[in-house]
Structures are given as C-alpha cells and as structure tokens.
C-alpha cells in the first residue's frame, strides 16, 4: 500500500556500461504497472534495484516517500516472485511460506494461521509437507507466490513469474494473478518479455529497450497510439506491419501511395495531421494485420502475392509479399471467408490488399517517431 | 530381397561383437582390478609373516602370527597414530569451518578486491610451497612447537594456509543459484542467516567432502612433518615414524612391522573413506570440471 | 596482406588453412607488439595519474574538511569519536596507540637493523666473573630479516587503515552534511554478520594466508639476496648478510669449477622436471579417460565395483603404498627375489640403479596411483555429454574411434583444461612421488658436485629439498631455485590461459 517512485535512476556497470538511463515514473498506490521488452532492456535491472539486490548506480528510489537507496532488501518492506520461484530445496512448502514470519520472530499460531491461509487462497493446504522438488511448476509458483504474499508488504514485485511454465498453465495463472491482485489490493510491479501479460495484466505497461523508457501507459494507449516505432511493433501478435511510403498532402487532404496504391488519411488520423501541419514526405507507414482486408483490384488496393497460409483456426495468417518484395501478414476471421475461397488461399495467389484510413500509423523514417505524438 | 536376407545376419553380427568387446573389457578391468590390489593384499599377507622380518621372494607367509603387531603396539607406533589421529581431527574441523567461510566469501559476495585476491592467491600457488618450510620451522622453533611439540606446530601449519584451497567448495557455491540468497535477503535473513539457514543445509556433500579431505590429508603427509619433528620421536607422525623403519640400518628388523603398521593406518581411513565415498566423488569431479 | 571473409575462408583447402592462419599470426605480431607497449604505456600514465590523482585528493579532503577530518590526520579515529561513532573511533585510535608503540619499541629498532642483517657477529668477550673469554652473541640476522619484513609489513597495513579513517571522515562529512544519520556502533556490528558479512568471513582465513603463506614467501625471496646458509646461520656461526643478484649469476652461470657449472645442472633437472610433468599428466590423464569409458560402456557389469576397488587406492594414504612399492621393486625386493628364486633371471633387474628404467619406473607407478582420480573426474564429465551428440553422429556415420575424436576428447580436454594446468604444475612440484619412490636415486655423479646428491629421477622440488637439509644447506640457492621454479611455472600458466578454449570461448560447449 505504497506508492513508488523512481527519479533519474541509472544503473552502470564497471563504470562504463549502462543497463538503464535516467528512468524516470511514478508508481501510484495501488497500481499494477507492468515492465515489458525484449531481453537485456532493463526491466529487470530496474525492478532489482527497486528490490535493493542492486545498487543503484544514481538517481532515487522512493518507496511510499522515503529514498530507500540505502536501505537492504529487508528493510524495504517488499515481497519479490523470482522467475525460477527460488524455492528453498531443503524446506517444506509451509517452512518455504513460514521462512520470512520466522525472521520476524512471530508467534508460531499467528505463522500458522497466516500460512494455511495463504495456502487456502493460492490451493496449496494439500502440499503443505511437500519438499519443492515433489511439486509441478505452476504449484511452485503458487508456493513462491505464497511466500511473497504472507509478508503483508507495501509493494509485491513479480520478476518474470510464468516464463518458466507451459503456454496453457501461463494463462491459467495469469487470471489467478489477476484474481490475487483484487485480494491483496497492494501495489504490482510486474516484470515480462511477453506483451500479452502486459497488456492483459497492467494498468499502466512500460515499453524499454536498450535501457530506456520508450512509453508509458494505459494498454489501449499504447496499442492504439504507440509513441514510435519499436513500442508499434511490439505491442500486438502478429506484429503491426511497416511499409515506407509516400504521404502526400493535397489541399486538408492526406493521401499515401504504398506500392502504387492511394489510400485516404480518414477520421481522427487525418484531422490531426492536418493539424500538425504535416507535409508531403517520406514516412514509414504503420498498420496492424488486423486492419487489412482483402480487396478486389482497384486504385486503393495494394497487389501482392501469397507466401504462406497460416491457418490458425478463428482466423488466417496470410504472408504475402509486394512487387518489390516486401513481407506484409494479413489476419483474416475465418468466418469472413466461404469454403471455396478458403481452399483458392494456395501459394502463389495473386491478391489484392487494402486497409481504412483511420487504423494507419505514421512514423518517422529517421527518427521513428509517431508523427502524430 | 537381398536386404531382407542381410538385415537379421547384420544385427547379429553387431551383437556378437559388442559381446567380444565387452567381454575382452571385462577381462582387462579384471586384470587392472588384480594390479591395483595386489600390493595391498601383499601387505596385508606380509604383516602376518612371522618367520622372517625382512624382504622374501615369496608372499604368503609360512609362519602365521600376530607377532608384528605386538612388536608394533610396543614400539613408538601407538605414539604417532595417536599424534596424527589428534592432528586429522583437528584439522578436519578447523580446515572446515576456514574453507567454507572463504569459499562462501568469494563465491557470494562481489567486493572490490575479490578478483585481484583470488589471482593473488592462485600466484602464490606457484611458489613451491616446501621453500616456506625453512622459515616456519625456525620460527615454530622460537615458539617452542617443534620436535616433541609438533604437533601443535603442525595443526597451526595446516590450518593456516588451508585456505589457499578453496576452489573446490566456491565451485559447488557456485552452483547454488543466487537467487535463493536473493529471495532470503527479500525474506529478511541477514546474510549470516543466509549461510547458516538456507546454504549450509544445502551444502551436505561439499561440507562431507571437505571433512573428508581435511582428515585424510594429515595421515598421508610426510615431508612437513618430518621437518617439523626433526628427529623427535615424540613429535612424529605415523608417516615420518614409518618411513624410518624402511632406511637401510632399520630395514631387515622392522619391514613386516611397516606391513603391519600399514594396515592399521590404512584399514580405518579406507573404511571411512568407502563409507563417504560418494561426496568424495562428488567433490572430485565437481571441483575439477569448475576449475 | 589479403584478408579472407569468412566464406572465402571456407572455400579454401585444409592446407591453405593453415597457410593462412599462419601468415596471420605473423602479420598480426607487429599489431601485438604495438598494443602491448601501448597497454603498458596505459597503465603508467593511469598509474601516474593515479597516484597523482589520491594525493590531490588527500590534500582537498584536508582543506575542506571541517576542523574534526583535519585533526583525523594526526589522531585516527578523532572525527568518528567527535560524530558520536565511538566504536569506529576506539578502534582507529587503538590501532594507532599500537602501531606508535610498536614502532618505538622494536619496530624501529628492526627497520633499522634491515639494510644490513646486523653488524656485530658472535665473538669472544672477556667476562670479568670468569675471567676468561666466552662467546657473546651479537644481532640475529635471521630475526632482523623475519622482523623487517613484519614491520614493513606492519607499516603498509597502518597506512591502508590510516587512509581509510582519511576516507571515512570525508564521508562520514558528507553524509551529515546532506541530513542523514551515521551508522551507530550497534549497526556497525550488525553489518558485520550482514552486507559486510565478507570481511567477518575472510579475516581469519586471510590473516593465516599472510602469516603463515605470504610472509614466509616474501622472506624466502629476500633469502635469494642473501647468503644464508648453514655456515651464515646469522646468529650462531656467523651473521648473514645481503649480497645482491650475486646467488643468481652463480645460478644461471655456465663457467662453474672443474667443467661443472649450475645452469648446466639446473638445465638439466628442469629438463627431467618438465618431462616427468609431462609424462605424468598426460599418461594419467589419457589412461584414466580410458578406464572411465570402458567402465562406462553399456553392457559392462558391475561398475560400482570396478570403481571401487580403483577409488580405495585412494583412501590408502600414499607413504604407505609409495613406500611398499619401492621396496617391492628394490635390488633385494619381493620381484627380484621372487624371480630369482624362480630362476626367470639370474641377476636382479636393477629398477633403481638404471637411470632409464628408474625415470620409466617412477612414470608407471605414477600411474597406477592417478589413474583413480582421473577416473573418477572423466567419469563424471562422461556421463554429463549431452547423449544426443552421440546419437546424432552414429546417424552422420561416426564410428567409435570417430566419436572420441570429434566429440569426447574435445568435450573433455574443454571442461579440463585448467584441471590439466593444476595437475601439470602440482606434477613439476610432486615430491611425495619421487621422494619416497626414489629418493631423487640413482646418483648422477656428473651433477652431484652442486650441492648434496643430486639424481636422475630429482625433480626441482626435491633438488631443492635437498640443499636445505644436506650439512651445507644453502639456503640461499633454494631460494634462487624457488624463484626461477615459480618463473617456469608462471611462463606456462601465462602461455596455457592465453591457449586455453575454455577460458577464450566460454560458451562453446554450454
């Protein structure tokens, strides 16, 4: 119950190397905010150092108003789930959950009872007795998880927790964590490289790359105004497609030309690069394989060619490529397409692809920055 | 058609020479087995031989007895066991305790000189450890712990540069991941906690290991010993006392006492040795694969 | 020179190869040269700048301190009592208190002493009691020595602390100057079992390294300058004193009296030394990996035992088996005897008297003692090769000689390498082997004027043993002999890490 937060935190390695620059954000009380990016961006450097089994190499941490730099782990009043659970081989999992009460010296029936609670909530009271190793891995992440969550702390961080379970048990308990949350009703901060957990799990999600903060916010902020180029591609599965073009202005309106197309700026998109005073120029051209349909041929239809039919059940992956070899993935509901048309999907198809006005993206091809941010 | 006629004369051909081959490797391990025991079992023969005390051209004893062995308990021989004895227990906890601290410390704790003190320490390995001999003993002698004594002398000896050998208990360290050290400093365990509580209890064959060695080491040792007693019967080890019996002047009289005092050394530390011979093996192939 | 890509590379044939790489290695050496000077120019001008650089800020740190950091220069711990860190502060001081009083009382006096190990020797003095002359002993050269070296020791460590109580100080200033509060004696204290746990840890282990392993090597080092010897005991035959590089030009000299010189000598048991090292590492290490994988191969039966009986060698502490075995194989010994009384040979084979079957000798009963520990360490390497590389190549068509080649070996001279570098060097300083095999025997008449008896099968280690204990005991050579065994030993070392894949590409085999 806590809120935390970070100024100018730096993190250097043997004096030249630095993992993180000046992270900058303030984590309200109560909020779930998630750190999302590729492996070596950061994310779990900087959640270390909020955990204090980093030093911070400059700036401040504050953990419900007090700097906290200098303060062990221990004296943060923090409860942290480690991606390998990090349970204690040679203990049982009540020992494993009671270990930190113990440290506290509390009383053996307040351990008991705050143990068997927890292990009520998270479904473990069975395997209280059990060692570690007699345990699957999604019951070790529970006993882990029950470790941090008889702390009672003022802030809970969770360091990759499902990255080590199988794709089904992952979803299983990312609905239990969001279920845990509403019970503990404390502060989250939630370290993945999987931007489905982001986007599911955060109230606010943090895109790094390469040491920085390339966006903070709201999932559907980021997904529907990425504030450039890497969080676009990131955020979303399949990834958004990207294709240098041409954006050419004439009079209010906006127009781009991808291979040969010519497709209106509609809606909000239009209005706001008018309103930024955009000009004709070159850009990369953003839009996600969702807002593309097929079409028929015609001035605003893109021909290409079929790769690879990918059928994923609800719904196609078309890979396709454009005359000058561009690859484009196009999403199709299945629903959309009747059996005849489904079975002429073969590779080599020619097929014409067109997509609204209103879903592009537009991003600097220098800088790759939102145009409209 | 050919091939169905082949395929099953093939498999058997393939049986039949992995049975030859593992036939003549029975053979030969038989052979290495008989090579590697044969001068213990002389040993063990020879020390009943009561006929003669010198060196025969045959092994099985005419004369069977326990005759050495009454000569060995009425020689110096009780003197220097008990004197090892007292110095491998010793030893085997104080190097313990010493080797796990160090070895904790460098495996756990990244400190500024952690690096420059382990290469300085594998630099000093190169020095042949015999040339500090010379000024130990002389200086043991000042303090009076050598000769008679020296058996304090040597245990401060043993002890005090035990914890040169580190390697291989930071190697088995380094195999505990860190963040079970991590999720207790989260938990609230200080680091003491940590070592007592969480690492020591997961440490059993490398804490075994290292007993096992520490104990073992003093009975084998010989040239340190010999410097430090100096000719002092009192002060000797079961090594350098034994190792008289074998020069020219002692030889014809005492060969069939050095079987019989052979036996008694050996007999319980292979005992203890086969007993715990899995963390031995652990430690061995642990320590030399980590380097 | 051209430089190849990597897929020009590839096209070439095993020869050009090698051409190749040759020719690069040769092209590269100017390159090498000129980052190596450059590194050492590097690390002077750090060095300087360094240096430079910790006295300015000494010199700041008094300036702009506040008056409590500026008394802290002369009275240690000062400014940590005046804070209110009293434990800090007693402890400083005490360590001062200690360090003054040593130095007056005998610190001084030693350091003193040092340049010239003493100048009044035993000599004859009239004692009026008597009336007569008896002996009166003088300075102890040897104590001089051993002192100095303390003292000096002694003296660095009281600068360390002395810069550290600078150090604290400065922060101990800056922390109160931002607001924050110091650490209190109880918190000193707990930070001592907590994050500065180490250094409870590592003070004992360490204290005993340096007393009892650093010290002793210092003074040995210092004992090659001197001409310490039975004669020059430095206190009661004579005083010894310092005589410069002098033992290691009569080392490394190959004029020596009567056509005999000590770099002859010294050249050739270095010879024998790196031979046996050699013999006795590798023999050791291929016939244990042997053992290992047929006690391994599938269908052998009763491996525990097989490895059993080879680790129970073991336990069995070597004096004994070294010295029954030696005996075994004496002139008058259970062998010849044996064959004798049979009547195979009429004259007993002299095991110990040839100088070649003696070297041989010693190799093979190395063996039979080694080859259970490589056993045991090949085993557990074995079993961890991940399978499938083996299935994989049966289904590419290796054969089992293949298999080994491509696979286990590397796999295993990989995870060994630096094991192999330890045993090399343990094997140059093995001296239970040959002192109890041989005792350095048979006698090499054309080396033996040195110093002692010196023998065909006498690695350095026993050379070295030998002139401490023999009724010259030059303590001085082994001091020089020491030095150049420790040069030899870091030339290799340096040579294999630069070598070695397992330090160069860590992750090949992970």
């Not at chain 1, 040679?90 to 008991?112: C, G």
């Not at chain 1, 993945?192 to 955060?202: K, P, R, S, V």
């Not at chain 1, 999600?205 to 890497?230: A, H």
Request: with cysteine; aromatic share 12%.
């Amino acid at each position: 119950m806590a809120s935390v937060v970070l100024k100018g935190v730096k993190k250097i390695y043997g004096g030249n190397v630095v993992a993180v620059h000046d992270f900058d954000l303030e984590i309200k009380d109560k909020e779930f905010v998630v750190f999302v990016g590729p492996s070596g961006c950061g994310k779990s450097t900087t959640l270390r150092m909020i955990a204090g089994l980093e030093d911070i190499s400059d700036g401040t941490v504050e953990i419900d108003g007090e700097v906290v730099n200098d303060l062990q782990p221990k004296d943060r009043n923090i409860a942290m789930v480690f991606q390998n659970y990090a349970l204690y081989p040679h203990m049982t999992v009540y020992d494993n959950i009671a270990f930190s009460l113990r440290l506290q010296k509390m009383p053996e029936d307040v351990i008991y009872d705050k143990v068997t609670n927890a292990a009520e909530i998270l479904g473990i009271t069975d395997y209280l007795t059990r060692k570690p190793r007699a345990l699957s891995g999604g019951q070790r992440q529970r006993v882990a998880i029950g470790r941090a969550m008889v702390r009672d702390s003022k802030v809970f961080l969770m360091d990759e927790p499902l990255s080590n379970l199988d794709a089904k048990l992952r979803n299983q308990m990312r609905a239990e964590i969001i279920l845990l949350r509403q019970k503990l009703n404390t502060t989250f901060i939630y370290v993945t490289h999987d931007q489905t957990e982001a986007m599911t799990l955060g109230d606010r999600i943090v895109i790094m790359k390469d040491g920085y903060i390339k966006q903070v916010g709201t999932p559907t902020e980021v997904f529907e105004m990425p504030d450039n180029l890497f969080v676009a591609e990131f955020i979303g599965a399949p990834k958004m497609n990207i294709m240098k073009t041409g954006l050419v202005r004439e009079g209010d309106k906006y127009y781009v030309t991808p291979f040969g197309a010519r497709i209106e700026v509609t809606g909000e998109k239009g209005a706001r690069l008018a309103e930024k005073g955009v000009g004709s120029r070159e850009i990369l051209l953003g839009v996600r394989p969702e807002h593309i349909v097929l079409g028929k041929e015609g001035e605003n239809s893109i021909p290409c060619v079929l790769e690879v039919n990918e059928m994923m059940g609800s719904e196609l992956h078309l890979h396709v490529y454009t005359e000058d070899g561009t690859r484009l993935i196009v999403r199709v509901p299945t629903v959309d397409l009747d059996e005849g048309d489904r079975r002429d999907l073969v590779q080599g198809k020619k097929l014409f692809i067109t997509f609204a006005g209103k879903v592009m993206h537009f991003f600097d091809p220098v800088s790759e920055e939102n145009l409209l941010v | 058609m050919n091939n169905t006629v082949k395929s099953p004369k093939r498999h058997m051909g393939l049986a039949r020479s992995r049975a030859i081959s593992n036939t003549v490797i029975h053979i030969v391990l038989v052979i290495i087995s008989i090579i590697w025991l044969i001068p213990f079992v002389f040993i063990l023969l020879q020390s009943f031989r009561c006929e003669s005390a010198y060196q025969v051209g045959y092994v099985v004893p005419q004369q069977w007895g326990f005759d050495n062995y009454v000569s060995l308990w009425n020689s110096n021989f009780p003197k220097w066991y008990l004197n090892t004895f007292i110095i491998a227990l010793v030893n085997a906890v104080a190097q313990t305790v010493i080797v796990l601290c160090m070895s904790y410390a460098l495996s756990r704790f990244r400190f500024k000189l952690r690096k420059a003190l382990m290469r300085f320490m594998l630099v000093l390995g190169f020095f042949p450890g015999m040339l500090t001999m010379i000024i130990l003993y002389r200086v043991l002698k000042d303090i009076g712990l050598t000769q008679a004594h020296a058996v304090p002398g040597l245990i401060l000896v043993y002890i005090a540069s035990s914890g040169m050998g580190y390697y291989v208990s930071k190697g088995f360290f380094d195999t505990l991941p860190k963040s079970l050290d991590e999720a207790a400093r989260v938990d609230g365990a200080t680091r003491f906690q940590i070592l007592r509580k969480i690492i020591l209890p997961l440490s059993k064959p490398i804490v075994i290991y290292t007993i096992l060695t520490a104990f073992m080491a003093p009975w084998g040792d010989f040239v340190f010993a010999r410097y430090i007693s100096f000719e002092n019967s009192a002060g000797m080890n079961v090594a350098v006392g034994m190792y008289n019996w074998l020069n020219l002047d002692q030889i014809t009289t005492k060969y069939t006492m050095f079987c019989a005092g052979g036996v008694i050394v050996a007999v319980p530390v292979t005992i203890l040795f086969l007993c715990l011979q899995k963390y031995y093996v652990e430690g061995v192939t642990g320590g030399a694969v980590k380097g | 020179m051209k430089k190849y890509s990597d897929l020009e590379y590839l096209k070439l044939t095993k020869w050009q190869k090698f051409l190749y790489k040759l020719k690069m290695f040769f092209v590269g050496i100017p390159r090498a040269i000129k980052n190596g000077v450059f590194a050492i120019g590097r690390f002077f001008k750090n060095l300087i700048f360094g240096i430079g650089g910790f006295f300015k800020n000494l010199c700041l740190t008094f300036v702009r301190g506040d008056w409590k950091t500026k008394v802290s220069y002369v009275i240690m711990g000062f400014g940590n009592l005046m804070r209110g860190q009293i434990l800090r502060g007693i402890m400083f001081l005490a360590f001062e208190g200690v360090f003054i009083f040593y130095m007056i009382t005998t610190g001084g006096y030693w350091l003193s002493k040092l340049p010239t190990l003493g100048t009044v020797g035993p000599h004859e003095e009239y004692n009026a009691v008597l009336d007569a002359y008896t002996m009166a002993y003088g300075d102890n050269s040897f104590k001089i020595l051993l002192y100095g070296v303390l003292t000096i020791f002694f003296i660095i460590a009281f600068a360390y602390t002395w810069y550290a109580n600078i150090k604290q100080n400065k922060t101990a200033e800056e922390i109160l100057k931002s607001g924050k509060k110091l650490k209190s004696g109880k918190q000193d204290l707990h930070s001592m079992v907590d994050d500065q746990f180490h250094k409870t840890l590592l003070a004992l282990p360490m204290t005993g390294i340096l007393v009892f392993t650093v010290l002793p090597i210092v003074f040995m080092i210092l004992v090659a300058f001197t001409n310490y010897d039975g004669a020059h005991d430095g206190y009661n035959n004579s005083l010894f004193q310092w005589v410069g590089l002098d033992n290691f030009k009569t080392m490394l000299s190959w004029s020596g009296t009567g056509g005999h010189s000590y770099a002859a000598t010294f050249g050739e048991i270095l010879t024998w030394t790196l031979i046996w090292a050699f013999f006795a590492t590798f023999t050791n290490y291929f016939l244990g990996m042997f053992v290992a994988m047929m006690i391994n191969k599938k269908g052998i039966r009763v491996k525990k035992l097989w490895r059993t009986i080879l680790v129970m060698t073991i336990a069995i502490p070597q004096f004994i088996s070294l010295l029954y075995v030696s005996k075994m194989f004496a002139k008058n010994g259970l062998i010849n005897l044996f064959l004798l009384n049979a009547k195979w040979i009429n004259q007993a084979i002299p095991f110990w008297e040839d100088p070649t079957l003696a070297r041989v000798m010693v190799i093979v009963i190395n063996i039979w003692i080694g080859i259970p520990y490589l056993m045991l360490i090949a085993t557990g390497i074995l079993m961890n090769i991940p399978q499938d590389l083996y299935e994989s190549s049966r289904i590419d068509g290796a054969n089992a000689w293949q298999q080994y080649r491509k696979i286990t070996l590397p796999y295993m001279l990989f995870v060994t390498g630096p094991y192999l570098l330890t045993q090399f060097i343990g094997n140059m300083n093995n001296f239970n082997v040959i002192y109890l095999l041989t005792g350095g025997a048979p006698t090499n008449a054309s080396a033996s004027w040195a110093s002692g008896s010196v023998g065909h099968t006498d690695l350095l280690i026993t050379w070295l043993f030998k002139i401490t204990t023999g009724a010259e005991s030059k303590y001085y050579l082994a001091s020089v002999i020491g030095i150049l065994v420790f040069a030899v030993v870091a030339v290799i070392a340096l040579i294999v890490y630069n070598v070695l894949p397992s330090i160069k590409n860590e992750e090949d085999f992970q």
